[in-house]
């Protein structure tokens, strides 16, 4: 009889505990003004502090509802482009809402750490002020998560400002149980700020710590623009190279296929050299120069 009754108590509290969400969902779902045709967004559903009363104490599910449209709702901008887009990179998309999305999120549950660094990667070609203050939002809100330092520290290395970018690292290397790398970072970012050794440090601590499987791709699709880059200045090397020696560009890559071997370069059947992504580079013999084939997958800004 006990166990009959213990069932029913959870099944009781189960019941109570679905019936907020799914009013909620409703509710927020009657809250959406009719869909124009001449509109391509989706309007805003509920700012956050309405949300928040409206959830009943469940503010953490109320935040995760919040987090998975802001996934969505970029998903399908990136579905609908025409062309290949890194997340990072989404300034040609029109994106007013993701801020908005991101804040409701972080208000509704302030300790929720993933929308912050949603905001540090993907909102600074948004919107970079609001991708500021909602990142520094988390900090006031968390001031021992070093990571959202890592976060902030990002946002100002992509705008180029290595002296505050040094400053955050610093301020985050101070928490407890932040990786020593942070202090190593500071004093990198003061030295070589805009050095491809800098950005390849970025986005290799990037890809390790983070949790996020697009955050992620991100990061190792620009580790592998970095090596592309440093590839191609290497082949432009060897082209000035013969040119200084012959007097004339190679024809083709067959003409400098030994040197290219010497190098261990990784080659196709044709004798030319591979970007990363396993795409044969284009020799511009008429430039002396080199540049990514078509189709291939290394980012181009």
């Known amino acids: 009889m006990n166990e009959r009754l213990k069932t029913i108590s959870l099944a009781l509290v189960i019941v109570i505990g679905v019936v907020p969400i799914v009013a909620l969902a409703r509710l927020i779902d009657a809250q959406r003004p009719p869909v124009d045709a001449n509109v391509n967004d989706e309007s805003l559903y509920l700012n956050a502090k309405p949300a928040r009363r409206l959830s009943l104490g469940f503010n953490g599910l109320a935040a995760d509802w919040y987090w998975m449209r802001s996934l969505q709702y970029v998903g399908r901008k990136i579905i609908g482009a025409d062309q290949n887009v890194a997340i990072d990179d989404l300034s040609q998309l029109d994106l007013k809402l993701l801020a908005p999305l991101l804040e409701n999120a972080t208000t509704l549950d302030p300790q929720f750490l993933d929308p912050y660094e949603y905001a540090a990667v993907v909102l600074p070609a948004v919107d970079v002020k609001e991708a500021i203050r909602i990142t520094r939002k988390g900090i006031d809100a968390n001031p021992d998560a070093w990571r959202l330092y890592q976060h902030l520290g990002y946002i100002y290395w ?25 202090e190593a970072m500071k004093a990198r970012m003061a ?11 970025i ?12 955050v992620k791709d991100m990061a190792h ?31 083709n890559w067959r003409e400098i296929d030994q040197v290219l071997r010497a190098i261990r370069a990784p080659l196709d059947a044709t004798g030319a050299p591979v970007d990363p992504s396993g795409t044969p580079y284009v020799l511009q013999s008429n430039k002396c120069d080199v540049e990514l084939g078509q189709g291939s997958e290394i980012l181009v800004k």
């Open 158 to 182: 992509q705008q180029g400002d290595y002296v505050t970018a040094a400053e955050v690292y610093g301020r985050g290397a101070e928490l407890p149980g932040a990786p020593v790398w942070m």
């Open 191 to 201: 030295a070589e700020g805009g050095s491809r050794g800098t950005a390849r440090e």
């Open 203 to 214: 986005y290799t601590r990037m890809f390790e710590q983070s949790a996020d499987e697009k």
């Open 221 to 251: 699709k620009r580790l592998l623009q970095l090596d592309s880059l440093d590839e191609r200045d290497g082949l432009r090397k060897l082209l000035v190279a013969y040119q200084t020696r012959t007097g004339r560009c190679p024809a």
